[in-house]
């Protein structure tokens, strides 16, 4: 069966430090990666997504950036962090087949608590 | 352009009092929806995925409904540990991704 990590649980950052994130997934291979960030009481905001190794795709416009150094690793990463940055941070997996038949389900991960102080 | 709008934002029923959730959508050629359960400090768990227009799918006392404009979550009879945000999701037309609600915060009293 497929298992999605992501760590760390929670981080506590100063703004302007740097920032990593890593997620990896199991039991399968070539997955489509996700990073999701979720404010306080809102929806899930795109941030990246992943086809395969070293292709990124970027939906909004800031400071933070994604990497897919292997498969099934999807890292993201700030150069200095910002306080508006705070927030939960999710990643998620889907299998690869075709983006014109069904939708393939999206799994999580338990997710990253990040506090920008 | 695709959207996706929950209703209601917050619901809070009495334990046993049944209600529905709803979820539309505005998308070129739905690919799906697909319904999350998500815990306070957790990430979403998925419950279910549906395809066509009529379709249903049951688990426990969740049951979800498909038209071709909107979808329900009915729950019936609901219990306290049914508290919880549910979200609802669609594929963008023609990509990888998806776009999600803002979710319906559900509170069961006892």
């Not at chain 2, 959730?21 to 998500?38: A, K």
């Not at chain 2, 979550?73 to 540990?81: F, M, N, R, V, Y």
């Amino acid at each position: 069966s497929q298992t999605i990590h992501q760590w760390p649980a929670t981080l506590v950052q100063p703004v302007g430090s740097p920032l990593s994130l890593e997620c990896t997934v199991e039991g399968t291979s070539n997955p489509n990666l996700y990073w999701y960030r979720q404010a306080a009481g809102r929806g899930l905001q795109l941030l990246f997504y992943s086809v395969g190794i070293g292709q990124i795709s970027s939906e909004v416009p800031q400071n933070l950036s994604a990497s897919r150094p292997q498969d099934r690793q999807f890292i993201l990463s700030s150069k200095k962090l910002l306080l508006s940055d705070s927030g939960f941070y999710l990643c998620a997996w889907s299998a690869q087949t075709s983006t014109s038949g069904e939708g393939d389900t999206q799994y999580f991960g338990p997710g990253t608590r990040l506090t920008v102080l | 352009e695709d959207q996706v709008t929950q209703s209601p934002e917050a619901l809070r029923l009495q334990e046993g009092e049944s209600s529905s959730l709803n979820c539309s959508y505005t998308v070129s050629g739905l690919r799906g929806l697909f319904w999350y359960r998500q815990d306070p400090g957790k990430g979403p768990e998925f419950l279910f995925t549906l395809y066509s227009a009529g379709e249903e799918k049951e688990k426990e006392r969740l049951k979800a409904t498909l038209t071709k404009k909107e979808s329900f979550l009915h729950i019936t009879a609901p219990k306290p540990e049914d508290s919880a945000t549910y979200l609802c999701a669609v594929p963008f037309s023609g990509t990888y991704k998806y776009i999600f609600g803002t979710g319906t915060r559900l509170k069961v009293l006892a």
